[in-house]
């Protein structure tokens, strides 16, 4: 096709597109509509797998995380590995904590429980763990009491200010205060656990200068991958993971959600697509007879089909240009507008990346494009002498 007859098609593509106000508003703004959705939905996503993620940094992993050998227990040495990673360029704070089990008492009620022994003051350089409480006061260093999660405290119709008997796995038993309630968002770390500092529990198991685990917060996290093999050459270790590693079976669940919103944008697309198309083929429909006309006078085939598609690339333009700046404010007010998820105790939010808008545009735009050419097809086919007479 000339040049000449191609910019004849866009003229009167252009021209013909403005001519019914509601046939142009219903196809423009269910495009707009189908882009914002494209948009908003994956920064949601994106936001919530984000803000998990940062929870579960700032409660349970470090950005690299110190275990020991397969067939070991616990991490022997544990005073001059700290000592190594005090001199360690690029890590910025490290607590170590030693995990073991036991039972809890309260009046005719008893539970298996989960020992989680904390360096206090280190572990508030590297987590918020003791900030995250329902009700009650946190650990400070030096205390005898205990915080237990939420989930035990439902569990055993426990509160604040009660006495339990806690029996350690060496059978050693010692009755405690419960000073708080804690609610961390990780059901791991919700279920059935007791909280209390490393130097209490070592008074009853005598394991000294051992850990399960030691934490340890870089100036970076993204910088976790290469300080590991650094880690482990440095304290001599052959077992650490970093904090992506950590959460992975978040960034699996958050995979499978985002399959399932691809599922519903596509729903979306699809409902799009077929307005959009459904709405150009009524339109053709209409316009046979002034079709035929264009055929009569000499307009070709393809000059015909020219115009239809130069009419869906308009629509497409306008209406993703149009769904993203609503998709663009649309996920930045989601974005400053967070709300609070009660059961992970997460501020969830959504996210704005340059991505969504291109991925939106791309689809959407090729989408509109596809339902386009049926009718275009249609109207290339027109019968000039059916067309003119009916």
Same mark, same amino acid.
């Given at each position: ?12 593509? #252009? #021209?013909? =597109?403005?001519? $019914? ?6 196809i423009?703004?269910? !495009?707009?509509?189908?882009?914002a ?7 949601f996503?994106?936001? !919530? ?9 700032? &409660? ?9 050998k397969?067939d070991?227990?616990?991490i ?15 890590? @910025?704070?490290? *607590?170590? #904590? ?8 309260? /009046? $005719? ?15 508030r350089?590297?987590?918020?763990l003791?900030?995250?409480?329902d ?7 030096? $205390? #005898? ?5 939420? /989930? ?7 509160d604040?200010?009660?006495? %339990? ?14 000073k ?6 990780? +059901? ?13 529990v ?10 399960? @685990? ?20 440095e ?11 950590? =959460?992975?079976?978040? @960034?699996? *669940?958050m995979?499978?959600? *985002?399959?399932?919103?691809?599922m ?5 697309? =699809? ?13 053709? @429909?209409?316009?046979?007879?002034? !079709? ?10 393809s000059? %015909?089909f ?42 969830? /939010?959504? /996210? ?5 808008? +291109? ?8 989408? &509109? ?22």
């Amino acid at each position: 096709m000339k040049f000449s007859e191609l910019h004849a098609a866009f003229f009167y593509a #252009r #021209r013909d =597109i403005i001519k $019914d106000k509601k046939v142009f508003f219903f196809i423009t703004a269910a !495009i707009i509509f189908a882009t914002a959705n494209i948009i908003i939905v994956n920064g949601f996503m994106d936001g !919530i797998a984000d803000d998990l993620i940062d929870n579960s940094i700032e &409660t349970s992993v470090g950005h690299l995380n110190v275990y020991p050998k397969d067939d070991d227990r616990f991490i022997e040495g544990i005073g001059f590995k700290e000592q190594k990673l005090a001199s360690m360029e690029d890590v @910025v704070a490290f *607590s170590s #904590r030693l995990y073991s089990g036991g039972t809890l008492s309260l /009046r $005719d009620i008893t539970t298996t429980v989960n020992i989680i022994a904390i360096d206090v003051e280190n572990e508030r350089n590297i987590t918020k763990l003791l900030e995250k409480l329902d009700e009650g006061s946190t650990l400070e260093a030096n $205390d #005898r009491d205990i915080l237990i999660s939420y /989930r035990l405290a439902e569990d055993m119709k426990a509160d604040t200010g009660d006495h %339990v008997t806690l029996v350690f796995e060496n059978g050693a038993s010692k009755l405690y205060k419960i000073k708080g309630i804690v609610h961390t968002g990780i +059901y791991e770390l919700d279920v059935d656990t007791v909280f209390m500092s490393k130097t209490e529990v070592n008074q009853h198991l005598g394991y000294g200068d051992k850990a399960s @685990v030691i934490l340890v917060k870089l100036t970076d996290k993204d910088m976790s991958e290469a300080k590991k093999q650094v880690l482990m050459d440095e304290l001599g270790i052959t077992k650490v993971k970093t904090w992506v590693e950590e =959460i992975e079976h978040i @960034v699996k *669940s958050m995979g499978a959600w *985002s399959e399932f919103s691809n599922m519903v944008i596509s729903v979306g697309l =699809i409902a799009s697509a077929i307005s959009v198309g459904v709405i150009i083929f009524i339109n053709v @429909v209409h316009k046979q007879r002034q !079709i035929g006309i264009m055929k009569a006078i000499g307009a070709s085939n393809s000059f %015909v089909f020219t115009v239809f598609i130069i009419e869906a690339g308009l629509f497409a333009t306008l209406g993703v240009a149009g769904g993203d700046v609503l998709g663009y404010y649309g996920t930045k007010y989601f974005e400053t507008h967070p709300f609070w998820e009660p059961i992970t105790r997460t501020w969830f /939010r959504a /996210r704005f990346y340059p991505y969504l808008l +291109y991925n939106a545009s791309i689809v959407s735009f090729s989408i &509109t494009i596809i339902a386009g050419i049926y009718p275009a097809l249609k109207a290339r086919k027109t019968n000039i002498i059916k067309a003119i007479w009916g």
